[in-house]
């Protein structure tokens, strides 16, 4: 029978959660509930605690206090292999994981396996189906059988995303999507991350950045965090002012939006 979280569609919900290691607190007191309609953009500087943050949501990491509960489950009293498979997140450090000599069309299709590049015998008609629609929408069906290695940042990050929508995941973590990227990548992400946001059928979306020219117009919520902290959290338009950039980046900046994007740059 579905429990409570699963009936109101929250699909993480943090409660006073702390992070601690090595005596220091990577987070503290986060609340924080994600419901499967909102997509987050989580700002902070570096060492802010947001790649801890993206970790937890992804079942990768138990706090040290307080509860994560995701899809439902409550982080500690479920069994994290089972809930992995419904949560789909890109990262650097998982990229660097993908040997360059994989073919990009064996790492998408092989991400329902939960291996990365492994060819098996057989994929089913649906799984290569699938994966050459996600592909195509990716802008990456013309690499399928070009290794891994070849592509450029851009075409890497894309494949990523590609992989990580292979198994219908419910909740989408993109960790710094957009690093590395020239203009035109950036420029190309970020429309195809705003079509993802606005397709009524597509999971719940959390993406980190460092940069406001990064978030994708149709992104409804924010987090910013500062060294742990929630510094504001909730309906974009709210949370994404220049005076809690400014408290959450510790210098006084100045923000304009233009048709849903954003851009900063310090006051004069
Ligand atoms: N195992 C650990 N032990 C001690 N400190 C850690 C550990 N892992 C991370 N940290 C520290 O926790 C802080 C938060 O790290 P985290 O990677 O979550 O930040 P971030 O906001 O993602 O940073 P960045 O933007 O630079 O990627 C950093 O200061 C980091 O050095």
Same mark, same amino acid.
């Given at each position: 029978?579905?429990?409570?979280?699963?009936?109101?569609?929250?699909? /993480?919900?943090?409660?006073?959660?702390?992070?601690?290691?090595?005596?220091?607190?990577?987070?503290?007191?986060?609340?924080?509930?994600?419901?499967?309609?909102?997509?987050?953009?989580?700002?902070?500087?570096?060492?802010?605690?947001?790649?801890?943050?993206?970790?937890?949501?992804?079942?990768?990491?138990?706090?040290?206090?307080?509860?994560?509960?995701?899809?439902?489950?409550?982080?500690?009293?479920?069994?994290?292999?089972?809930?992995?498979?419904?949560?789909?997140?890109?990262?650097?450090?998982?990229?660097?994981?993908?040997?360059?000599?994989?073919?990009?069309?064996?790492?998408?299709?092989?991400?329902?396996?939960? /291996? /990365?590049?492994?060819?098996?015998?057989?994929?089913?008609?649906?799984?290569?189906?699938?994966?050459?629609?996600?592909?195509?929408?990716?802008?990456?069906?013309?690499?399928?059988?070009?290794?891994?290695?070849?592509?450029?940042?851009?075409?890497?990050?894309?494949?990523?995303?590609?992989?990580?929508?292979?198994?219908?995941?419910?909740?989408?973590?993109?960790?710094?999507?957009?690093?590395?990227?020239?203009?035109?990548?950036?420029?190309?992400?970020?429309?195809?991350?705003?079509?993802?946001?606005?397709?009524?059928?597509?999971?719940?979306?959390?993406?980190?950045?460092?940069?406001?020219?990064?978030?994708?117009?149709?992104?409804?919520?924010?987090?910013?965090?500062?060294?742990?902290?929630? /510094?504001?959290?909730?309906?974009?338009?709210?949370?994404?002012?220049?005076?809690?950039?400014?408290?959450?980046?510790?210098?006084?900046?100045?923000?304009?939006?233009?048709?849903?994007?954003?851009?900063?740059?310090?006051?004069?």
């Amino acid at each position: 029978m579905p429990n409570a979280d699963a009936l109101a569609g929250a699909v /993480v919900r943090m409660t006073g959660v702390d992070v601690v290691r090595g005596g220091n607190h990577l987070l503290s007191g986060v609340d924080w509930v994600v419901e499967e309609d909102h997509r987050w953009v989580v700002l902070g500087p570096n060492g802010a605690g947001k790649t801890t943050l993206l970790q937890l949501a992804a079942a990768q990491l138990h706090p040290t206090r307080g509860e994560v509960r995701l899809l439902g489950e409550t982080l500690g009293a479920v069994d994290v292999f089972e809930l992995r498979p419904r949560i789909g997140l890109t990262s650097a450090s998982l990229a660097q994981r993908i040997a360059p000599s994989e073919k990009t069309g064996d790492i998408v299709v092989s991400a329902g396996y939960a /291996v /990365v590049g492994r060819w098996r015998e057989r994929y089913d008609v649906h799984d290569l189906t699938r994966a050459g629609l996600l592909m195509a929408q990716w802008g990456v069906a013309q690499y399928a059988h070009r290794p891994f290695g070849t592509l450029s940042e851009g075409e890497r990050k894309r494949t990523q995303i590609a992989r990580a929508l292979m198994p219908d995941p419910e909740l989408l973590l993109l960790d710094e999507p957009g690093a590395g990227l020239d203009l035109g990548g950036r420029e190309d992400l970020v429309a195809r991350l705003s079509d993802l946001a606005r397709y009524h059928y597509a999971p719940a979306q959390v993406l980190v950045t460092h940069h406001v020219e990064e978030i994708p117009p149709g992104y409804t919520h924010a987090l910013l965090l500062r060294e742990g902290e929630v /510094v504001a959290s909730g309906a974009a338009d709210d949370v994404l002012t220049a005076g809690h950039l400014s408290d959450t980046f510790g210098l006084p900046l100045e923000l304009s939006r233009t048709d849903g994007r954003f851009t900063a740059r310090r006051a004069r």
